[in-house]
């Protein structure tokens, strides 16, 4: 007999990963992982529970392990469906303080 493979870091998890439920439903599967690699934090996941419903965010703080192809939550299938569906955030534009045209307007003469 095999041993399980041991769990990995959140880094790892690939796209389309079950999801299994507490309940031990195979309940969805990962449509993106939320987080900063850079910084290595792991914020959640999207989760994708059908082909017809909308996406839905589990915070991080209720996966409970984590395979490349597989993600164990703390949440049973219909907590996972009552989950809020996922917005995407909207990206902010910020113009640099000392922009382009700003340093233009100043060699221009312009405030």
Do not use: C
Request: hydrophobic residues 40%; negative net charge; glycine residues 8%.
């Amino acid at each position: 007999m095999s041993k399980p493979d041991p769990p990995v870091s959140w880094k790892a998890i690939e796209r389309d990963a079950v999801v299994v439920s507490s309940d031990g439903e195979e309940a969805g599967r990962v449509a993106e992982v939320a987080g900063d690699p850079e910084a290595d934090i792991f914020n959640g996941l999207v989760l994708s529970l059908g082909t017809l419903g909308k996406d839905r965010y589990l915070p991080a703080e209720r996966v409970l392990g984590i395979w490349p192809q597989r993600v164990e939550v703390d949440a049973t299938a219909d907590e996972l469906r009552a989950l809020p569906a996922y917005e995407e955030p909207v990206a902010e534009h910020v113009v640099p303080r000392d922009s382009f045209l700003t340093r233009l307007r100043r060699l221009l003469g312009g405030r």
